[in-house]
C-alpha cells in the first residue's frame, strides 16, 4: 500500500488494479477479473452485462445478504425468492427446477439465475449449471463470501458466466471495501470495465452513448487486496480450524449441528467464513437463541442468521417458491463468534463459554 501510495497512483487505475485482477482471475481459475468498489457493484454490472433488466426476472436465494437481491431491483429487474436446502442454507436445485418450469409455463423472460454461496459453501453448481442451461438462462454466481472456497476441486468466483467476490470489511479477505467481477467471457468483462468507468468513449473530449457508473476501485486498495491474496491461504485456514473446534464443541449433542457439517456435502471444501449452529430444541431441549444469550452475558457476541428475504418489508410484494427451510434456519440458527482478528485466548474464552452453557444441559 505505501508503495502504491508513493508511486502517485491514487487513481481508480494503475498497476496495482492490474496486478490485483490477475491474482484474482487465477484465484478464480477464469480469464478475466474486473476489480471494482464493492461486491453489489459487481453484481450490478454483472447483471447489466448479462442483459438483464426491466420486465425481466432473476432467481435468487431467499436466504441471502440483502445486497444479491438489491443488484436485481437495480436493472429494473424483479427478484423471484427461492428456498434454500435445510442442510446447508444454499439454495435448493430442485426448487430452482420448479421455479424455471414454472415461469417457463407462463412465458416470464427469466434474465439470470443468481446462487449465492452461502457463508463460504459453494452452491450445488454441478447439477445448477445443467440446470440453468437446459432452460437457456445464465447463472451468476454470488460469491461474496466465498473468497477461497472450491466445489469438487474447482475454485470459488469460475462457476457460470461470471462470478463475484466481495472484499468488504467483514468478509475473509478485504480491501477496506470492495469487490470483483470474474468472468472468462471477453465480451462480459469489457462491458463491466467500460461501465465501471463513467462509460467513456475512447475521445479526449469524454463522449458518452451510455449511463455509465463511478465503480472502479482504487490502485491503492488493490494493493492491499494483493497482500491480502498473499495471506489467502492463512486466513481460510484460520477458520477452518476454528470450524472444526465448533464442530467438536456440539459434536455428540442431540439435535445439535453445524450448518453443512451434517456428511451432505464435502465441508473441507468450504471456507468456513460464518459457522451457524443449528438446534432443534426439542431434541437438545434448547434454543439456538438461548445459547445466544447466555454468550451475551459474557460479553461475546453471535447473532441470528439472516432474516430471509421474502420476510423483508422491501420485498413483500416479491414472488417467491419456499417450503420453510430459510424460515427454520432463521428461527433455529446462530451465527457463532468468528473472525480473523480472534487470537487464541478469545477463541479459547468463546469455546469454554460454549461449553459451560453446555453442561447446564448435561
Ligand atoms: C457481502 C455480500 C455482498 C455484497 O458485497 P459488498 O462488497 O458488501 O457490496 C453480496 N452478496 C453477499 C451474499 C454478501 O455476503
Redesign the pocket.
Known amino acids: 500500500m505505501l508503495a502504491a501510495l508513493r508511486s502517485g497512483w491514487a487513481a481508480p487505475a494503475g498497476p496495482d488494479v492490474d496486478a490485483f485482477e490477475r491474482d484474482l482471475a487465477l484465484l478464480a481459475g477464469v480469464d478475466h477479473a474486473v476489480a471494482v468498489s464493492?461486491?453489489?457493484?459487481a453484481?450490478h454490472l454483472a447483471l447489466l452485462a448479462l442483459g438483464v433488466g426491466r420486465g425481466q426476472t432473476v432467481l435468487v436465494p431467499t436466504l441471502?445478504?440483502a445486497?444479491?437481491a438489491n443488484a436485481v431491483v437495480y436493472t429494473g429487474a424483479e427478484p423471484y425468492f427461492v428456498d434454500c436446502e435445510p442442510g446447508t442454507g444454499n439454495v435448493d436445485v430442485d426448487l430452482v427446477a420448479e421455479a424455471l418450469h414454472r415461469l417457463t409455463r407462463q412465458g416470464q423472460p427469466i434474465g439470470a439465475v443468481l446462487p449465492?454461496d452461502?457463508f463460504g459453501r459453494c452452491a450445488d453448481y454441478t447439477r445448477l449449471l445443467p440446470l440453468c442451461a437446459e432452460y437457456g438462462v445464465p447463472v451468476l454466481e454470488?460469491a461474496?463470501?466465498a473468497v477461497g472456497a472450491a466445489h469438487r476441486g474447482r475454485p470459488a468466483g469460475g462457476f457460470g458466466a461470471a462470478g463475484?467476490f466481495?472484499?468488504?470489511g467483514?468478509?475473509i479477505m478485504t480491501t477496506t471495501?470492495?469487490?470483483a467481477l470474474l468472468t472468462s467471457d471477453e465480451r462480459i468483462a469489457a462491458r463491466c470495465r467500460y461501465l465501471s468507468t463513467q462509460a467513456r468513449q475512447p475521445a479526449v473530449h469524454y463522449e458518452h452513448t451510455d449511463v455509465g457508473y463511478n465503480y472502479r476501485l482504487s490502485n491503492v486498495l488493490a494493493a492491499l487486496g494483493r497482500a491480502q491474496v498473499r495471506r489467502l491461504d492463512h486466513l481460510v485456514g484460520r477458520r477452518r480450524e476454528l470450524r472444526e473446534r465448533y464442530v467438536k464443541a456440539f459434536a455428540s449433542r442431540p439435535g445439535v449441528e453445524l450448518l453443512g457439517a451434517d456428511g451432505s456435502v464435502d465441508d473441507a471444501q468450504a471456507n468456513a467464513w460464518l459457522n451457524v449452529v443449528v438446534v432443534d430444541p426439542d431434541l437438545a431441549g434448547w434454543r439456538a437463541a438461548e445459547l445466544g444469550a447466555h454468550l451475551a452475558r459474557q460479553g461475546i457476541e453471535s447473532r441470528p442468521v439472516w432474516k430471509p428475504m421474502h420476510l423483508q418489508p422491501v420485498f413483500a410484494d416479491a414472488r417467491r417458491l419456499v417450503a420453510g427451510a430459510a424460515e427454520r434456519l432463521f428461527a433455529d440458527g446462530l451465527v457463532l463468534p468468528g473472525g480473523s482478528a480472534l487470537d487464541d485466548a478469545d477463541i479459547a474464552r468463546i469455546l469454554a463459554a460454549v461449553d459451560e452453557f453446555l453442561a447446564a444441559w448435561g
Open positions: 464493492s461486491g453489489t457493484a453484481l441471502t445478504f445486497a444479491t449465492v452461502l454470488d461474496a463470501e463475484v466481495s472484499f468488504n467483514n468478509k471495501g470492495g469487490g
